[in-house]
């Protein structure tokens, strides 16, 4: 994964056997800074590192697969983690698989595993 943010440095995520995520960060002239983050309580089924959003210094990785797949998302401050879940999140919802997004303070985490649109409503099956 290849990303850009408006601080002008370019980052470039891989995400390694699913247990840990490896950034790059362009800071000057072909020098690069090397981040390795992983979760604190991860696991090698998480598929940490599925969905990647990154906005200034604030970097969002989902976790499709955290806790029977109710899935989190992390979200990396510089010194700083923490962990998203849904408040109502059942077995299969896929919290962080398949969307993460950031903007400024705004992240938005998608689940689509445990709703149903229909008729305009959300429907939880």
Not at 27 to 52: I, M, N, P, W
Not at 85 to 102: C, E, I, L, N, R
Request: charged content about 15%; overall charge neutral.
């Amino acid at each position: 994964m290849h990303c850009r943010n408006p601080g002008r440095l370019t980052f470039s995520c891989l995400t390694v056997l699913a247990a840990c995520l490896l950034c790059f960060a362009t800071v000057a002239h072909g020098q690069y800074a090397e981040t390795k983050l992983t979760a604190s309580d991860g696991a090698s089924s998480d598929y940490f590192g599925y969905r990647v959003a990154i906005s200034g210094k604030t970097i969002v990785v989902g976790a499709w697969g955290d806790d029977s797949n109710k899935g989190a998302a992390y979200v990396y401050t510089p010194g700083q983690e923490t962990k998203l879940t849904a408040s109502d999140g059942a077995p299969s919802d896929y919290f962080g698989g398949y969307s993460v997004a950031v903007s400024g303070d705004t992240i938005v985490v998608g689940a689509w595993g445990g709703v149903l649109l229909q008729h305009g409503r959300c429907l939880r099956l």
